[in-house]
C-alpha cells in the first residue's frame, strides 16, 4: 500500500501550485481585458500611451481596435500603428508580422511603404557581427530592396538605400572573414570562392580591394599565373593607390610578373557586367 504523502511535502506542492497560480494570472495580466468601447476610445488611448512613451502598452491597445472594430477604418490604422509600438520596444517578430499583414491586407494602401520600410528596419536592428550567422542582415536586404524597387521615389529610399549599402558590406565583410580564414589553411579553391562572392556580388563595397589581392595571393599559390595577374590588374586600375594594390603588384613581381588583364577571366567579366539595382 502507498503511504500518504508526509504534511511537508503537501505544504510544499501546495506552495508551487499558489506560485504557478501568480505567473499564469501575471502573464493573464499582460493582456487588454475585454471591455467593449468605442473605436474612437480605443485608439485615442493607444495614442495617448504613445505620446508618454508606453509602446508596450499602446501596442496592445491598437491590437484591441482591431479586436473589438476589424472592419473599421481604425483597424487598419491600428495595424500599422501596433507595428510601429512594437518596433520601439524591440519586439521585432511581432512588428514585422503586423506590417507584412497590413501588405497583404491593404496592398494599395498608401502607407504601404512605411510598411516595408518598417519590416527592414525591423530585421537591420538584428543584424550582428560577421562571426555570427546573417539571415538577419540578408532580411534587411530583402526588404529594403523590395521597398526600392516598388517605390524608389516614396521619402523612405534614401535611407532604404544607404541601409542596403551598409548591409550588403556587412555580408561582404563576412564572405571576407570565411576567405581569409581557407587562405590561412591553405585552402586555396574555399578561399577563392569566398573573395569570388564579394567581386561578383558585393562589388562596390568597402572589401573588394581586399578580396582582389586575396584572389592574386590564391591564384598564385595555385600556379594560376593568368588569373593573378588579371585580379591585381583589376584592383590597380580601379584603386591605383591602395595598399592591397600595392602588396598585389609586390606579390606579382616576386614570381617576375606584372599585372595584365586576361578578358576572358571570369574577374574581368565580373567587373563588366556589374550594375547597380537602383
Known amino acids: 500500500m502507498i503511504s500518504a504523502r508526509p504534511l511537508a511535502s503537501r505544504r510544499a506542492l501546495a506552495v508551487a501550485a499558489a506560485f504557478a497560480i501568480a505567473v499564469l494570472g501575471g502573464c493573464a495580466s499582460d493582456e487588454v481585458p475585454y471591455e467593449e468601447r468605442a473605436v474612437e476610445q480605443i485608439y485615442n488611448k493607444a495614442m495617448d500611451l504613445m505620446a508618454d512613451g508606453r509602446y508596450h502598452p499602446a501596442a496592445k491597445e491598437f491590437d484591441e481596435v482591431e479586436r473589438q472594430h476589424p472592419y473599421s477604418e481604425w483597424a487598419r490604422r491600428s495595424m500599422l500603428m501596433s507595428a510601429y509600438a512594437n518596433y520601439q520596444v524591440n519586439q521585432y517578430d511581432e512588428a514585422i508580422l503586423n506590417a507584412q499583414r497590413f501588405i497583404a491586407l491593404h496592398p494599395g494602401n498608401r502607407d504601404v511603404p512605411y510598411a516595408y520600410y518598417l519590416i527592414g528596419l525591423s530585421y537591420y536592428e538584428q543584424i550582428s557581427d560577421v ?118 603588384y609586390a606579390l606579382l613581381a616576386g614570381y617576375g610578373l ?21
Do not use: C
Open 131 to 248: 562571426g555570427r550567422d546573417q539571415k538577419m542582415t540578408e532580411n534587411a536586404v530583402a526588404a529594403f530592396t523590395e521597398l526600392l524597387r516598388r517605390f524608389p521615389a516614396s521619402e523612405y529610399a534614401r535611407d532604404a538605400r544607404l541601409k542596403v549599402e551598409l548591409a550588403q558590406d556587412h555580408l561582404a565583410g563576412k564572405e571576407m572573414e570565411i576567405g581569409r580564414y581557407y587562405l590561412k589553411r591553405h585552402d586555396y579553391i574555399a578561399a577563392i570562392n569566398r573573395f569570388r562572392v564579394v567581386v561578383e556580388k558585393y562589388q562596390t563595397t568597402t572589401h573588394t580591394p581586399e578580396a582582389l589581392e586575396r584572389l592574386t595571393e590564391a591564384y598564385l599559390a595555385l600556379g594560376i599565373q593568368t588569373e593573378a595577374q588579371t585580379a591585381a590588374a583589376i584592383l590597380g586600375y580601379n584603386y591605383p593607390g591602395s595598399d592591397w594594390y600595392e602588396d598585389s
Open 258 to 278: 606584372e599585372p595584365v588583364e586576361n578578358t576572358d577571366s571570369w574577374i574581368s567579366r565580373a567587373w563588366q557586367s556589374v550594375t547597380s539595382v537602383f
